[in-house]
Nanobody
Framework: QVQLVESGGGLVQAGGSLRLSCAAS????????MGWFRQAPGKEREFVAA????????YYADSAKGRFTISRDNAKNTVYLQTNSLKPEDAAVYYC?????????????????????WGQGTQVTVSS
């Protein structure tokens, strides 16, 4: 059964860093593009970052550019989100998502509906 499990969240001071992880139980991890989204209380879920099947292509929301880095380790079936210079507005539940190649290689990586599977989320809290 497909399962995505996020970890690495916690409480950090503004300006600090966290490394979020998403362990995936997928038939073939390399056949899935991966994404990170986040949702703050009372707000809509928003796109943060995405990485292609090979890891060679990465995409970021404007709010994440220059501060966050997405990467993947296919040998460990894991995708990461390194978050640096955290701000109070970064506080949210962070979710990872997977899109199978079977749905096509061309897609809008910013849309939630483009992904097939979702994790339960990990909480990131930033104090000012």
């Amino acid at each position: 059964q497909v399962q995505l499990v996020e970890s690495g969240g916690g409480l950090v001071q503004a300006g600090g860093s966290l490394r979020l992880s998403c362990a995936a139980s997928l038939r073939t991890f390399s056949a899935y593009a991966m994404g990170w989204f986040r949702q703050a209380p009372g707000k809509e879920r928003e796109f943060v970052a995405a990485i292609g099947w090979s890891g060679g292509s990465t995409y970021y929301a404007d709010s994440a550019k220059g501060r966050f880095t997405i990467s993947r380790d296919n040998a460990k079936n894991t995708v990461y989100l390194q978050t640096n210079s955290l701000k109070p507005e970064d506080a949210a539940v962070y979710y990872c998502a997977a899109r199978g190649l079977a749905r096509g290689s061309s897609y809008n990586y910013k849309r939630e509906t483009e992904y097939d599977y979702w994790g339960q989320g990990t909480q990131v809290t930033v104090s000012s």
